[in-house]
């Protein structure tokens, strides 16, 4: 396990009122959520995690890096995946995920200390999650994640095939994106991409990516 996770500016301002804020706003049940990709996207989430996990057993053990209140926790739970885990930095959103979420084993903390030993889980992931962490600390949650990871890293996060800064909220420094699957696979060599769908918004010119990356040693 890796030491103390350092307190930075974007911990302190989401472990704050404006996490809370960004939690009442991004609380959904599976149905929710499905409905809100399928507006954004044109598909179901249901449908994406299909796609990406089919293959994957149905007890193989997740790990979600900010699960927030579990909406996808919950999802993965409704189709079937019975061994699930999730840790959430926001103790608001915490608190609140321990209510929606049975059988499921949560813990607050930070993705740049993660308290589980290496290669803890089968799959490790993020949503929404990489975007929101500065880009000096960026290699170090990438680290971690990896680290807990014993075959497969998955995420979906905002696309950019370069870094970019976007306000968020008429704040800054909260919210970036960038092409996060070759960053992973520029810092780890043994990562080898097994699917990757790009996903463009049906209202906007912006993009999302969705990644499924496994070790090959």
Same mark, same amino acid.
């Given at each position: 396990?890796?030491?103390?996770?350092?307190?930075?500016?974007?911990?302190?301002?989401?472990?704050?009122?404006?996490?809370?804020?960004y939690t009442d706003r991004n609380t959904w049940d599976p149905v929710e959520l499905d409905a809100l990709y399928l507006k954004n996207y044109g598909i179901s989430r249901r449908a994406l995690n299909h796609d990406f996990l089919h293959?994957?057993?149905?007890?193989? @053990?997740?790990? *979600?890096v900010g699960c927030n209140t579990g909406n996808q926790?919950?999802?993965?739970? +409704?189709?079937?995946?019975?061994? #699930? @885990?999730?840790? *959430?930095?926001?103790?608001?959103?915490?608190?609140?995920?321990?209510?929606?979420? +049975?059988?499921?084993?949560?813990? #607050?903390?930070?993705?740049?200390?993660?308290?589980?030993?290496?290669a803890s889980f089968n799959v490790v992931f993020t949503s929404g999650v990489l975007i929101h962490i500065s880009p000096d600390d960026l290699p170090r949650a990438l680290d971690e994640i990896y680290r807990c990871?014993?075959?497969?890293?998955?995420?979906?996060?905002?696309?950019?095939?370069?870094?970019?800064?976007?306000?968020?909220?008429?704040?800054s420094h909260l919210l970036w994106k960038m092409d996060y699957a070759r960053r992973y696979l520029e810092r780890f060599k043994d990562l080898e991409l097994v699917r990757e769908q790009r996903l463009p918004y049906l209202q906007s010119d912006n993009q999302d990516t969705v990644f499924l990356l496994k070790k090959t040693l």
């Open positions: 396990m890796s030491s103390a996770s350092p307190e930075t500016a974007q911990s302190a301002t989401w472990k704050g009122q404006f996490g809370r804020d293959d994957i057993p149905k007890d193989t @053990s997740f790990l *979600e926790l919950l999802l993965l739970q +409704a189709m079937g995946f019975s061994n #699930l @885990s999730g840790i *959430e930095l926001q103790p608001y959103a915490f608190a609140l995920a321990q209510k929606r979420l +049975a059988r499921v084993s949560l813990a #607050l903390g930070s993705v740049l200390s993660l308290p589980y030993e290496d990871s014993s075959c497969y890293i998955w995420g979906l996060e905002y696309f950019s095939s370069t870094e970019v800064e976007i306000p968020y909220r008429n704040h």
